[in-house]
């Protein structure tokens, strides 16, 4: 059976619907134009507000665009009539912040002061007061807790902000979108009887579970509110939604809320107590989601990974974000938690052996063309190898040398390659065989690491899994100071790769929560048929000569590489073993 679509890249309910969508009725008078009034009556009174201190809008975007029209057209009236130039809005807009933000400055060309975050992601709470201080008649936008970052600002560090706007006519445009998430409560009970400068947006979109209905509301004084009601389309909600919205706020649906949302705060903390518990950089968040911070090759694995398994997470491209994934929180948290452990702290760790552990170009590479030199008198270059094991089933070293003399016009048993194959490599007394260029490819440093995590009390094991035979194989592990790894070699399994076999071994040994790391398309499909978390190595180049004419050889075997192993299915190609070391 096939895995139900885990979206958890839009802050929506994603796996707990509200009970209002089964139960409603549709029962409308479409006739009729929708009346909002009522409903923003319903939600003064909740409030303990006049209604015209509400206004309901057609989601939170809606309320958002008005403010980007309510700045744009006061500098429009300013340079229409410079006698009021005085009343041009600024935006003011700590980082980081909502993109419907920071593109309305762009896209409606905002007068605007961006105020960068900390180096923690965090507002510039010193520098946003400084500002506002600085700069009369403006407008600042905060989000309570932070969309994207999840950040808190506290109520004091509000009321220095809404005091000092007050103090150079400038008012305050506060976003709650996130806010039954948090174990603060909302701040439109206490301040917006203290404060005429405040203006607080509220939507049915995140906690409610009711994005589909586009129900968002403002909360403020008189004055700011007949500012965004002048801009306000008149019938703006289609009934059912008016209707839909006023069940959701009865008594009976709130404590659903309240119940949904506490489950959700136990799954958001038991997840960050995870993350800190195993030294993952992760922001603190009072909103339905968590911010992990990780490096950039990391933070795309992790996201395509997930995605593998049918669980979509957000990842930001902008500076300020870069390399951070952004994760709603699900009711029912416990296959996010599995996905997300295999993805960041596996039990098992499959290592291939040429072109990972060992750099192979001077041995098996150059025993290919050789045996095919040997046996066709034609020359074939890396790139001819790299082309042909772009393609699945091409791992073996031997069927591949036999393929390409095959392509050279000559058609010959697979043992009569695998002979002359062998002669070459290993040699014998008198002619050393091409084995005795190889070296490793994992620094001391990770190899260190590989070797304490590899004990009794480690929660992670490492093994081999190789096309090599059993002694070639062997003598690999030796090498590279890694012969206590188990080992799945040729000889260990009936299917080699790109059959998950030998991995399907050593899950069923140790778990199956498990990374394969590989450099070609068939370490890849074995990878993915294991469901295992797939890590592709760039391929190792050609040594450069004098004259630097391998450079664009390299250049087209490692494109041609990377395409293939992503091509296959690896949710990463990083440039070598040793960036593992920063992950584990």
Known sequence: MSKQKLRLNFNERSDFISPIEAEYPFDGNLWQYPERQVLEKLIADEYDIQPSQVL?????????????????ESGIESAMEPAIADNELTMILPLPAFSQYTWGVESWRLKAELIPSNADLSIDLETTIET??????????ITRPNNPSGEMITIDALERILVTADDNNSWVFLDEAYIEFSEEPSVARSLLTRFDNLVILRTLSKAYGLAGIRVGFLLGSKSLIAEFNKRCAPFNIPQPSLDIAAKALSKNNRADVQNYCKTIIDNRNSLYNWFIKNNLPVLPSQANFLVLQLPGAQA???????????????????????????????????RLQQVLKQALRPDLVC????????????????????????????DISVKDIEQLKSNAGFNNDWVATQKLVSDQGLEMPLDDVIEIFQQLYLGNDDVPGLVENETSLINDSFLSKVKMLNNETSSIDFAVVTGRPLAEAKAGQKLVGLAELDLISLDCVENAKPAPDGIHRLQDKYSKNSWMCGDNPDDMQAAIASNSFAIGIEPL?????????????????????????????????????????DWL
Do not use: W
């Open 56 to 72: 309901c809008s057609n989601g939170g975007d809606e309320a958002i665009m008005i403010l980007m029209r309510l700045i744009l």
């Open 132 to 141: 506002i201080h600085q700069t009369k008649n403006s407008v600042t936008i």
């Open 300 to 334: 795309k694995a992790v996201e395509s990974f997930l995605a593998r398994n049918e669980i979509l997470i957000r990842a930001f491209t902008d500076d300020a974000m870069s390399n951070c994934l952004r994760i709603t929180i699900p009711f029912n948290i416990e």
């Open 351 to 378: 290592f291939d052996m040429d072109g990972v552990l060992i750099d192979t170009s001077d041995s098996y590479d150059a025993t290919t063309i050789a045996t095919v030199k040997k046996l066709t008198q034609k």
């Open 541 to 581: 180049f050609i040594k450069p000569d004098a004259s630097g004419a391998n450079e664009q050889s390299n250049r087209e075997v490692r494109e041609l590489k990377i395409a293939a192993l992503y091509q296959a299915g690896a949710d990463i190609v990083i440039k070598n073993i040793n960036e593992l070391e």
